[in-house]
């Protein structure tokens, strides 16, 4: 596949987790997930023969109800470990070696959850936004 980012979204297209996915633009609802991309080939260091290695910047952005409203109630926390569980996918996933299908001249060697939890990158009455980053590092020969 020549497109990264349609790899991407297959590749996390996978996950049962998520039914509601969008590339970089999505309606808030609770439930949508978005791929967001940061920075897409950037070169890392370049080696001899014209090959490189190379990031693949993107954040997860999951829409989720909130309870702000009843005190004592562990509604929240259970809301934040189901957006742990798609870090946790992803991380295996690169155990697995369960990669996105980038273009045929390039090789990945793992991708990483940057965060130890997702952070909360918005809210309202409605819902929460939780967003946590990962990166892709890949070798690709040539440009």
Known sequence: MDNKHLAMWNWLYQNKDISDLFFNFSTDKNGATVIATGSGDTVVKQYMGNSSLRNYDFSIIQFKPVNSEI?????????????????????KQNDDRNF???????TIQKIEVLNNMPSVAGQDQAGAKY???C?????????
């Open 71 to 91: 005190p004592n109630n562990s509604e929240n926390a259970t809301i934040i470990f189901d957006v742990e569980s798609v870090m946790d996918w992803i991380k």
């Open 100 to 106: 996105p299908e980038f273009p045929s001249n390039c």
């Open 131 to 133: 967003m946590f980053q």
């Open 135 to 143: 990166r892709v590092v890949y070798t690709q020969i040539g440009d």
